[in-house]
Every structure is written in C-alpha cells, then in structure tokens.
C-alpha cells in the first residue's frame, strides 16, 4: 500500500516541512532573541537582523531568501525520495 | 435483516451473488470487535489531546488566584471575576476586538470574492495564462511566503502609510489567505460538471449571470471552506499584526493575549487565561456554527488537488 501512497505522502510531508522550518511566532513570543537558546532559529535571527538594532532590512530579506532556497533544495530532494516508483 | 442488507452490498454488478460473498455475509461474527475498541481508544485519545489544553485553560480562567496554583483541575471554587477584571483592566481591550473582527471580517469577505472569482474562471472561462496562475499558485503554498515575503510587506506597508493603521493589516492578510483559497475554490468547481455552465451559455447566460445563478449555489459548501480558512488565518495572525502595528490601540487579539503575559508585568495565570478564552471564543462560536457545512464541503471535495 505504501508506494501507492507516495505521492500524498510527499504532499503532507512538504507542506509540514514549509511550515515547520518557518515557524516564527512561538519563538518570538516565548523568549526568543538570545543566541544561546534554542529557539534561536534562522527565523529569529532574521527578525532580530531586520527591526533590531541597525535594522538591515536588506541583509535580513537576503537571510530570507538563502533560508527560502535551503528549503527549496529539501524539498527537491523530498520530490526525489517520494517520486513514484511505477 | 442484517444478513440481507451484507448480501445487498456485496452482491456482484450482474445481481448473482457470489459463494465468496455469501461466505462473508454469513461468517459467525466475532464476540469481542478487537479493532474497532483499538480504533475508537485512539480517536478518543486524539480528541483529548485537543480538548484537553481547552478544558485546562477554560477552568483556570474560573480558579481562585492561590488555587490555579495548585495541582488540581478542577477549580475549588468558582470565581468568574477574571473575566471583568481583564475586560476593565485592559483599557484597549474593546478597541482591539473591534480591531480584529474588523480585519477578519473585511479579509473573509475580500478573499472569498477573489477566491470564487478566480476559481470560477480557471475552471471554467478561457483565460490566457490559466497553467502558468495555477501552478504558480501551487508552488506558493510549497514555499514558505509569509516569512520570506515580511521584510517587503512591512516595506511596502510603510510606503503606503498603514503602518499603525490595523484596517491596513486586511491587505495582507488577503495576501496570505489568497493562494490557498483559490486553489480550494478551483478544486470545488472542478467538481461541477462542465455541461451545466454550457446550457447556462446556450439559454443566453453571461458568464457573470452563469457564476450567480448557476454555479454559487452548487459550491456553497466550498465557500464555508473558504470562509473557515480566512477566518482561522485572520484571526490567529500574530507575526505581522504585532509588528505592523505599534500602538496598543490598533493590535489585534493575538497581540493582546502575548503581551498581556509579557509586557503589562506578570498577570496572574486566571486573568490571563480569560484573557485567552475571550480571544477564542468567536473562533468556537463561529466554527460551532459553521462546521455543518464546512464537513459536507470536505466531503464534496473542497480539499482534494
């Protein structure tokens, strides 16, 4: 049963995968913004990049993009794994 | 009477009924339906893990101030003055609600009408560009657009003034809640035959005529499906209303709920909990009403690619 149900696999693991690595708000409500803690995520540090301190928006929204494109590169390597195997 | 109603169903296409099926109608039932027991012990185990922090908060909202610390579940004595204590305490607190059922409501209605028209003309009307949309709009909902996409929207925010301004936050959170609505409404409309807009079109239906009088009514349940989404997007959104805005006059409930533990110094775990339960309880009213629909929408197909 398991390989028919590959492709729906890939669809829920994706989009559980997108939303776990962009978790935000829980880190940012419960103490975030302290680098020796582990809710110190990629998230975070963009936020802390983009309205902290020197607020380098610019840096922050590239810190967005490479963080985007790691993801992106997962989720071709996900399609590859899961691709159906008729 | 049982029996005959098994037979029914496994009777073969040509109304013979086959040994195997006959076999199986009248197999001697087991005493003790093991799987079914093990099934219903884990959905009732999942439904606990829901309703359980729901409950937990709920009577702590009631709990004396000493009492919620206290092991116990269930409150000691019951003691409603949180809820009033919260509502007075907090000076904002009428203006955030109206704050939030605004942006809800603006965002539910502005997406749902984007979303049936957009759906309706990728099904159905010959638009140039219809793959390139579609899948662009699938690749959205791969990519993770709402954190990438926040340093621009807060720029653009700023440009057009609405920072501080909480009717600015229903642009985007339309944004937000677009791709998947379109993309639930493409679906619901997949489901209604092609033939029904072309008799439409022959008796002398515009498209627009065809959409209201033919085609709203069959995708009803869809747009519930719709409207639930936004509305569950709407209201919980915590990352851009808390930076968006900077004055607690224009927050959001969510904003209210996270810095009431922070910001206004420690409050007591019983007001915060009412506090919470007063932030959610549109969202449960709301569902409760809607949820008849919304169940008969999934299963119409609303979610299916």
């Known amino acids: 049963v398991v390989p028919r149900l590959l492709p729906v696999i890939l669809v829920l693991v994706v989009l559980r995968f997108g939303s776990a690595m962009a978790v935000i708000d829980e880190y940012l409500i419960m103490g975030a913004f302290n680098r020796d803690r582990p809710t110190y995520t990629w998230t975070v540090y963009m936020w802390e990049t983009a309205f902290m301190g020197d607020w380098r928006q610019g840096y922050a929204a590239a810190i967005g993009w490479v963080g985007a494109l790691a993801m992106l590169v997962v989720v071709v390597a996900m399609f590859y794994i899961f691709r159906s195997r008729d | ?122 099904v159905f009307l010959r638009a140039p560009g219809k793959a390139i949309v579609t899948s662009l709009l699938v690749a959205s909902l791969f990519f993770p657009t709402r954190v990438t996409a926040f340093i621009g929207i807060w720029q653009v925010q700023r440009e057009f003034g609405l920072i501080n301004k909480s009717w600015g936050l229903i642009f985007p959170y339309t944004a937000l809640g677009i791709a998947i609505s379109v993309f639930v409404m493409r679906g619901v409309f997949q489901t209604v035959p092609k033939d029904l807009p072309d008799s439409a079109k022959i008796d002398g239906a515009g498209s627009f005529r065809t959409l209201v009088s033919i085609l709203l009514p069959l995708v009803r349940n869809g747009i519930v499906v719709v409207i639930i989404i936004n509305f569950v997007i709407a209201w919980g959104e915590y990352l851009l209303a808390s930076r968006l805005m900077n004055e607690q006059a224009n927050w959001t409930m969510p904003v209210v709920l996270a810095s009431a533990s922070g910001g206004q110094g420690a409050w007591a775990m019983p007001r915060l909990a009412a506090v919470y339960i007063m932030a959610i309880a549109p969202g449960l009213i709301f569902f409760a009403i809607a949820q008849r629909w919304y169940m008969k929408g999934l299963q119409e197909g609303a979610l299916k690619a």
Request: with cysteine; proline share 7%; aromatic share 14%.
């Open chain 2, 1 to 122: 009477m049982a029996v005959d109603a098994r037979l029914q169903s496994t009777a073969s296409p040509g109304g013979t009924i086959s040994k195997e099926a006959l076999a199986q109608a009248y197999r001697p039932k087991r005493k003790f339906p093991f799987w079914q027991v093990v099934k219903h012990l884990i959905l009732i185990l999942f439904c606990f893990v829901i309703l359980f922090p729901l409950a937990w908060v709920l009577l702590l909202s009631v709990k004396t101030i000493p009492d919620a610390n206290m092991p116990n579940i269930w409150p000691a004595t019951f003691e409603w003055g949180h809820y009033s204590y919260a509502w007075n305490k907090i000076p904002t607190l009428r203006q955030n609600y109206a704050n939030s059922i605004l942006v809800t409501l603006s965002t539910v209605i502005l997406t749902s009408a984007c979303a049936v028209l957009a759906g309706y003309a990728l």
